[in-house]
């Protein structure tokens, strides 16, 4: 089995493919540790499927985080994670440099090979791009050049947003999805040690009207915090947004405490696109599944996309492992199911709600009645999350299911 690509969801299948006993090789064109532009935010989903892959010691040496700190319009609501049967409490804050070497080499505890500075440039299948098989990859060490040609009878494309290799495939993003687009960077801050994320829900551009997205200040605990900005496409004026002109703002509003200013910069801040709402495919080739920001995996409704990575991967192993078993190609069908079920009506409903939030005055009738009611916040919490409990039907799914209601009829 071919990974390409060592970031959350390639780690994952390849951690979850070598725990089977599987023959895995992962190339990942960086080095480890190695920066990826990210708020860090690791939330519950993410941490579970961190503790599943016995992570847990490791990351209690990481800052934990109780839940999130919600502010707009004047008003100030803190929010402690639910409880809930499957995902625990907590989440934490880790820079990327620091969690994806982490699960890499874990993967490569369990049995995986990792190839690091090695780059996918190409599927060895002739047809690949017009939906034949990806039969493996030519492979490029980016420090000697060499060229090696892996053949493999699986394939996870699991390369990111950008997903060179997936468009080597015939793989595209559907341009009526919603798209998400962030930068973030590093500040020094008394406030780093914090236990609370903090989420700004009105941010504002240069004009002083709100825009639909969210600031964040999210504490390392190191003397560092991550801040950033993330808005949405579904917003008319997007393709005239300069994040680094809002992201400037919002490090000139955001609260004083926080001493956020050019002097406590630690760099330029850096962005990225967000594909949401598995909105790339098709996800299953002949031999391939697409995994993580790769295959659009993202949660439309808040941009979270770690715990959807480690999740997508996870899926693609156990999809991959049946079509082994049953010496199976046809299996591979099957991750296209399990992301249905898993994740379909939830993407369904968080698209089309942001397609009206993307209309700045429902934003604001939205985030402005829900900041005067803590429970409806902390409702909205657990829904924008995904941690509602499918064991009851307490009153976020109540609330989900008027949020779907109301998507599907303006949709
Ligand atoms: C500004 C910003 C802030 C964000 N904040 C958060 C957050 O706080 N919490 C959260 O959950 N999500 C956040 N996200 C989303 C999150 O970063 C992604 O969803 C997540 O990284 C997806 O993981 P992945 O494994 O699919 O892809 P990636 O993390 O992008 O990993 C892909 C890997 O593949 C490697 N690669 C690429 N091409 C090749 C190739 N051809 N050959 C070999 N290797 C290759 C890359 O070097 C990389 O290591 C944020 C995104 C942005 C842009």
Redesign the pocket.
Known sequence: MLV?????????AAYWLADAGYDVLV????HFP?V????????PR?VRQLEDMGLGDALRRHHRYDGLRALAFGKELELSWPVHPEFPSYGY?VT?ADL?ALVASRAEKVGATVWQG????APLGADASSGGPAGG?V?VDRDSGNRTEVAARYVVV????????GRALGVSRDRSAPL?????GYYESPRHAETFIESHLDIRDSTGNVVPGYG?I?PLGDGRV?V?I?VLSTFGGWKQLNTTKLMDAFVGYAPASWCLSPESSLGPP?????PMGLSVGPHVGPDYVL?????G???PFN???????YE??RFAAATIGEAIARDDPAQLAGYDDLLSETYGLYYKVGSAFMKLMGRGDLMRLFVGTGMYSRTLMEWVLQIMSNLVREDELGPAEAAYRAIAALARRAS
């Not at 390409?4 to 994952?12: A, E």
């Not at 990826?36 to 939330?43: A, F, H, N, P, V």
């Not at 998400?180 to 973030?184: Q, Y």
């Not at 850096?270 to 967000?274: A, D, M, V």
């Open positions: 390409v690509g060592g970031g959350p969801s390639g780690s994952s190339v990942e064109k960086k190695r990826k532009t990210c708020g860090d935010g690791l939330t993410s804050v990327r994806d090695s780059e996918a440039v990859a492979v699991a390369d990111g947003a950008n997903s060179r290799f998400g687009m962030a930068i973030r964040w999210f991550n950033g993330g850096t962005g990225g696109r967000l995994t993580g920001d790769a295959g995996a993202i949660n941009g979270e996309g770690i715990a959807y990575g997508t991967g």
